[in-house]
């Protein structure tokens, strides 16, 4: 084994190289710093770049050990998998002692979502939560878009303006990889942001003369210049509580599944859902298939000839 350089170094070129050939988001390259830098820190007074297969190995047992979940392990081990992958190509490593490796598996069950009735409360109570009626307006439009086309957290809040300038009836997402997908807008979205966008403008013009406008659908004055996940995240708490719902079981990931799943409980097919979602493999997607199950199962104790 040769090495050339410290994991310490390895892991800004990589991040660095993240950014500038697969365009990954600033959460993706946080998350991998925090995990690569775990190991570093599990490695002691080791040279991280020195690690064999058994000390990543060793580290996963500590995980395990600890009660760590089985996603988390396996997120950690794909953040330095690629670490040492990449240190490989470069180079600065003969060998990928993690290439071997297989993680714990991760188990396939549906993330929570919510009944239509559930739904419907939250779009209603959105219209009455806010301090002011501007407020009321934005999230009105915020949960509206949301459920209406699936997407991401963070693709809702750091949305552009410009996607949604001349009521069209599809906008244009910018997803994870840098994959961008068309989404259809409801009437019901369509109302909404159309009420939200003439106080958003107003807004905008008011500002002092010199003050560069905001690009995104949802501006803010912080540091991201756009609304941001926390922010909705609590917003979205307190509209739960005016629709008289549990806010420790409503979340946006909640109302992106509650899209897929009311979708295909609709009749839609798995492609489809994939490609509103964003998914870059249908495996990812099919964990929605237990409504199709349900349906199918549904289907055959009501038509078959022997279900009387």
């Known amino acids: 084994m040769s090495v050339t350089g410290t994991a310490e170094r390895w892991l800004p070129a990589l991040l660095d190289a993240m950014r500038a050939e697969n ?3 600033d959460n993706t390259v946080q998350a991998y710093h925090r995990d690569i830098s775990l ?7 080791r040279p991280a770049a020195e690690a064999e297969r058994e000390d990543i190995e060793g580290w996963l047992a500590a995980q395990e050990a600890e009660g760590m979940a089985v996603t988390t392990r396996a997120r950690r081990l794909s953040s330095v998998k690629k670490l040492f992958r990449f240190a490989f190509l ?3 490593r003969a060998d990928d002692p993690a290439a071997l490796i297989r993680g714990p598996g991760k188990p396939r069950t549906l993330p929570g979502t919510l009944a239509i009735e559930d739904v419907d409360a939250l ?3 959105a219209r009455n939560t806010g301090r002011t009626p501007a407020d009321r307006v934005r999230n009105t439009a915020l949960l509206e878009l949301l459920y209406a086309t699936g997407l991401r957290v963070t693709e809702l809040v750091s949305l552009p303006v410009a996607a949604v300038r001349g009521q069209p009836r599809m906008i244009l997402v910018k997803g994870k990889g840098g994959r961008d997908r068309m989404v259809p807008l409801s009437p019901e979205a369509h109302e909404a942001l159309s009420e939200w966008l003439l106080l958003r ?7 002092p003369r010199g003050a560069a406008k905001s690009r995104f659908l949802f501006p803010s004055r912080g540091k991201s210049g756009h609304l941001t996940r926390v922010s909705f995240f609590q917003t979205l708490k307190q509209i739960a509580v005016t629709a008289g719902l549990d806010p420790t079981k409503i979340s946006p990931h909640k109302l992106r599944h509650a899209f897929a799943t009311h979708l295909l409980q609709g009749g839609a097919d798995l492609r489809a859902i994939q ?3 964003g998914h870059a493999d249908i495996s990812t997607t ?3 298939t237990h409504v199709l199950d349900e349906r199918l199962k549904e289907l055959v104790l009501e038509k078959h000839p022997l279900a009387e």
Do not use: Q, R, V
């Open 23 to 25: 365009d990954a988001s």
């Open 201 to 207: 403008d107003k807004a905008e013009d008011a500002l």
């Open 275 to 277: 490609m509103l979602l």
């Open 286 to 288: 099919e964990i929605y």
């Open 39 to 45: 190991f570093i820190a599990f490695m002691g007074n």
């Open 123 to 125: 779009l209603a109570a």
């Open 90 to 92: 470069e180079g600065w």
